[in-house]
């Protein structure tokens, strides 16, 4: 049974910063693109960074480039969401998910959620002074 585990989330000033991880386990980490999505009270979820299995590419929107950073440690099974210079609408609960298909091509943005399989519970971020 695939689990994937959020943690880190919580109350950030404006400006501040914030590092999520998520465990995986019950899949062959390595060979999944990871990803991160975030929905905030009456949206939709939305897009927020990926890294390729191997690491070597990483994807990002728009709204989070330059003060968000993914990372992943294999050996740990983990993936990082880095976040700096937070503001107030980044508030969300952020979302942990592994892709659909084992090993896809690195140099493919996957950025919609049908693009993934499986996704943790969430961990609730609040940015607010």
């Known amino acids: 049974q695939v689990q994937l585990v959020e943690s880190g989330g919580g109350l950030v000033q404006p400006g501040g910063s914030l590092s999520l991880s998520c465990v995986a386990s019950?899949?062959?980490?390595?060979?999944?693109?990871m990803g991160w999505f975030r929905q905030a009270p009456g949206t939709e979820r939305e897009f927020v960074a990926a890294?390729?299995?191997?690491?070597?590419?990483?994807f990002y929107a728009d709204s989070v480039k330059g003060r968000f950073t993914i990372s992943r440690d294999n050996a740990k099974n983990t993936v990082y969401l880095q976040m700096n210079s937070m503001k107030p609408e980044d508030t969300a609960v952020y979302y942990c998910?592994?892709?659909?298909?084992?090993?896809?091509?690195?140099?493919?943005?996957?950025?919609?959620?049908?693009?993934?399989?499986?996704w943790g519970q969430g961990t609730q971020v609040t940015v607010s002074s």
């Open positions: 998910a592994a892709s659909g298909a084992q090993r896809p091509p690195s140099f493919l943005r996957l950025d919609r959620i049908a693009d993934f399989g499986s």
């Open positions: 019950g899949l062959t980490f390595r060979v999944y693109t």
């Open positions: 890294i390729s299995w191997g690491g070597g590419s990483t």
